[in-house]
Every structure is written in C-alpha cells, then in structure tokens.
C-alpha cells in the first residue's frame, strides 16, 4: 500500500465515445470526497498522453491516472520517467482488457476508492526496442488488422469500427512468414503470428490458453502456424469457448524473458500500431505499480 494524496488524471476525451470529457472531473470529485487532490488534463492527439507523463515526472504527484483505453494506459505508463510510479486507471475505451484482468471498476466512485485505498498490484513491464507495454505485442494477422485500423481511422472508437479492419485482413489475407527465436536457441519458423502477451483475456472476448497468467513476471509467446482463414476462425472460436489449447505443432507456447521475432509484418502493442517487424522483446527490470483491488485467492 502506498499513501495517495495528489494524482493527476490524464484523459483521452474521445474515449468510450466522448465518456473521458465527462468523466474526468467526475472522478476529480469522487477522489476530492476520498481526501484526494486530483488535477484533470485532457489530452488533445496522440502521444499527447505520453508527453504529459514525462512532465510530470518533475511535479509532486502520488500517482498518475489514465482515462481511456488500454491504449491511453500504454501512452502514459511510456511517458513516465519512473516506470514504479504508482499508476491508476479508470477503464473507459472499447476492450479494457487491463481492466478485465484487474478487476477495475467502471464507476467513477468505485474507481476513486481503489485510486484512495491505495492498494498495489506490480506487473512486469514487457518492452519492444524503447516503447513498454503491460499487455501483448502481436506480429502478423492482428498486427495487420490494427494497421488498417490505424489507416483509416477517424474520430472516436467502438467495437463496431473493428468490423471492417477485421473483414479487409480476412478478404485480402496476409501471408507472413515469422520465425521468433528463443534465449536457448530455440527457433519456431514459419508462423503466421507470433503473439507475445502478459495476460489471458485477448481482446475482450478471447480467452488464450490458460497457461498465460498477468501475474507470472514472463512473456508467454504464443506461435501461430496455421495459416489459412479456417484455421484460423477455429482458433478464435476455441477462444470464445475458452478451449485454445498449444499442441506445439500448429500453436506453440513457451514462457521467457526474451524473444526475437523476424520477418517483415505489422505489428501492434496493447492495441495500437507501433511499425514493422523485425522486432526484440524483453522484460524491464522494473515492474509497474497498479492501484488496483488486491488479487482473489
């Protein structure tokens, strides 16, 4: 536990469909009402997060508070000097998967009492070239569905506006090649995906083979080597049903510290288009401090 007397919220204001305007002083009142000091900035584009972050690296505060997505969670937990600095979030974007592994509240007033409470939970920080991430990095078919997203996005973002990314990559169906390569030599070649993640729940709706855990301090690297859409829609609806399964044949799962993904593919962290493949990933020797309830025994 930690003492929180000041936070500072950043809020993306088109999260949730315009929520984060509306509900960024609304959780400023709630924290008052806690004994909490809150100052509210809201951001203006993107990396706007991430910039207000490292400033306020500086300023006196206890914590910081991301309202939005798991993307605007991502922006600011990047732009903080410390990574260790106490981070709360209220969960207001389309999947909120950091959310659903945690357990945050959606309320404001229950948000405000886990923000004041302030309970820790630490996570091992993932981390691809310079850019960190607490989710996943996925290169190949989501990272192409994302880099659609990312061409022709406009305004704010719902679950509907997956729809056409999703059917675009499914009708012109990309061909990657992947090979991720292991600190013990060991090498899985042609893969169609290689999806490294820090949690299970996938999306929102996919739940990923129950050997992945948020709290295990790893990367667990999933490699997918089926490679047409059948295949494919299978696995998602092994997902849906919370049965997806590594057979080390056509899904391999190994658990590390480390992997190196080669081939040229787009690829996307916590939900967000970070470039093109080829790409490193390892662990931060620091972990990220969440406020968040404490974990159910």
């Known amino acids: 536990m930690t003492s929180i007397r000041r936070v500072l919220l950043i809020a993306n204001p088109i999260s949730g469909g315009g929520k984060g305007r509306r509900m960024a002083p609304e959780l400023a009142a709630a924290l008052q009402a806690r004994g909490v000091h809150a100052d509210v900035y809201l951001t203006t ?13 500086a300023e006196p505060y206890d914590a910081l508070v991301a309202l939005g997505g798991d993307g605007t969670v991502n922006e600011v937990l990047h732009g903080m000097p410390d990574p260790t600095r106490p981070l709360g979030v209220l969960p207001i974007g389309t999947a909120n998967v950091l959310a659903l592994e945690l357990r945050l509240p959606k309320a404001a007033a229950a948000a405000a009492t886990v923000i004041a409470s ?6 091992a920080i993932g981390r691809a070239g310079d850019r960190r991430f607490l989710l996943f990095l ?3 078919i989501d990272g192409s569905v994302v880099h659609r997203l990312h061409q022709v996005r406009s305004g704010t973002l719902g679950k509907h506006k997956w729809l056409a990314p999703i059917l675009h990559t499914t009708w012109h169906w990309p061909r990657h090649s992947l090979r991720a390569t292991f600190p013990d030599g060991e090498v899985v070649d042609g893969c169609s995906e290689v999806l490294v993640t820090r949690c299970r729940n996938y999306g929102g709706v996919v739940m990923l ?8 301090g790893k990367l667990h690297v999933l490699c997918f080597r ?6 494919w829609i299978w696995q998602g609806l092994r997902g849906l049903v919370r049965c997806m399964r590594a057979n080390d044949r056509s899904l391999v799962l190994r658990t590390v510290d480390s992997v190196q993904i ?10 967000d288009f970070a470039g093109q493949g080829p790409v ?4 931060l020797p620091q972990r990220a401090r969440l406020l968040a309830p404490l974990p159910r025994a």
């Open 45 to 57: 584009a993107a990396g706007d997060a991430t910039a207000r972050a490292r400033s306020a690296g």
């Open 118 to 123: 302030g309970n820790l939970r630490e996570l």
């Open 138 to 140: 996925g290169a190949g």
């Open 209 to 216: 083979p129950r050997e992945v855990s948020i709290d295990s």
């Open 226 to 231: 089926g490679r047409g859409r059948l295949w």
């Open 262 to 271: 080669d081939g040229m593919a787009p690829f996307q962290i916590d939900g």
């Open 280 to 283: 490193a990933i390892d662990l």
